[in-house]
């Protein structure tokens, strides 16, 4: 039986990568730093999951076929890397660091040994985690294992877009292993960064411009989830399902995206305008479903990094400009993320308290990178004191 070591078993290891592992028949090996996820996972050697379908279906799963080690249990960690058929990372890209040495040292054992090309995916949301991982490894390894991570080490970005929503109270379940997620199947990876063969995994799928990919996610997905947020915070909405029904908002969102997607087009003309508009469509069905209970206040955390100027929001604006197309619903976007004050978000306050001593002009420049001046920071100016 082909072995996939998962690091990480939070919401994305066990919601997504490990039920993709486990519906393509893998022996699941969950890496974790946590020891009371560990030791749960290794009593009960299964957890539940549950899919919720757009048609507004559950689907209850049991995850088996697994096991877990501690991130301490070195030996054993290095021993299953040097075995193992394929390499999933979903710690959050500052964790990156803390699980290089044990995949240096398993690299320098399969060295020795089956010398086996091997992938590692990248479930982080960093799209220079590839090579960000590949540093740190690299610092612990000899001059041969350099050459066998250069040569048959796949360091592969993913773009991860299935939506696992933070536990809580909310779907009755008192269970720690328990994990909701929507039923989203497809993992898009970089065609181009990998090493060899990679197993039958379901859902994974090669793509050639992945760059094109990764601002598709940032610039359609994660926008247009901010715009809900940030629209919904305003009227005084509690969950994403809730945002995307107010048709005010709707016709802002609709205008980002008409605005990100013909932006997308030009500066990539190899993607495929029908299957772009097809995923937009999917996207709007998937933030609407109900089941999901995604909270505003999740998905609007941390506006500070949200409104920087290679991100989302300001990103958006700013490949916009470069395709010569005005952001004009952007800008109105950007106002209400400038207006947000959730007063349970340290950014929220950390932005709201800037704003107060600096002036919101000021704001603009330090965290979006714009000058107030230019049409673009006039723009947002006036949407946010719209919103104010």
């Known amino acids: ?13 066990r919601g ?10 893998l022996e699941i090996i969950f890496v974790e730093a946590r020891e009371d996820l560990v030791r749960l996972l290794n009593e009960r050697g299964c957890y539940p999951l549950r899919l919720l379908h757009r048609e507004g279906k559950e689907e209850d799963l049991i995850i088996d076929n697994l096991r877990a080690l501690s991130t301490q249990e070195e030996d054993k960690v290095v021993k299953e890397i040097e075995e193992g058929d394929v390499v999933f990372t979903a710690v959050g890209v500052k964790n990156l660091p803390a699980i ?13 040994g089956s010398a ?4 590692i995916f990248l479930c982080e949301n960093l799209k220079d985690a590839p090579q960000l991982l590949k540093e740190e490894i690299e610092k612990y390894l000899t001059p041969s294992g350099k050459n066998f991570l250069e040569e048959k080490v796949g360091l592969v970005g993913t773009v991860v877009a299935r939506m696992v929503p933070v536990m809580g109270e909310r779907y009755g379940v008192e269970d720690p292993l328990f994990v909701v997620a929507e039923s989203y199947h497809h993992l898009p990876f970089d065609a181009q960064a990998v090493k060899g063969e990679v197993p039958k995994i379901a859902g994974l799928r090669a793509v050639s411009n992945f760059p094109a990919e990764v601002e598709r996610k940032l610039f359609i997905h994660n926008l247009g989830h901010a715009a809900l947020a940030y629209l919904g915070y305003r009227e005084g909405y509690t969950y994403i399902h809730e945002a995307i029904k107010d048709e005010k908002i709707r016709k802002i969102l609709d205008g980002a995206w008409e605005e990100v997607s013909r932006a997308l087009l030009q500066k990539h003309p190899d993607l495929d305008s029908q299957e772009h508009e097809k995923l937009v ?15 505003l206040e999740r998905v609007g955390r941390e506006p500070l990094r949200k409104l920087a100027p290679e991100d989302r929001l300001i990103g958006g604006a700013n490949l916009c400009l470069s395709q010569g197309i005005f952001p004009h619903y952007i800008a109105i976007v950007c106002g209400a993320a400038l207006s947000y004050d959730c007063p349970r978000d340290e950014e929220a306050v950390k932005l709201q308290k800037m704003i107060q001593e600096k002036g919101v002009e000021k704001a603009i420049e330090e965290i979006c990178g714009i000058k107030a001046e230019s049409r673009l920071g006039q723009a947002i100016l006036s949407a946010y004191e719209n919103f104010s």
């Open 281 to 295: 469509e999917d996207l709007q069905e998937r933030f609407a479903n109900p089941l999901l209970l995604d909270t």
């Open 100 to 112: 290089a040495p044990l995949l240096a040292q398993g690299l320098e054992l399969r060295l020795r």
């Open 116 to 119: 086996d090309f091997l992938n």
């Open 1 to 13: 039986m082909k072995k996939g070591i998962q690091f990480g078993a939070g919401n994305i290891g």
């Open 16 to 25: 997504f990568i490990g039920h993709l592992l486990w519906e393509s028949g």
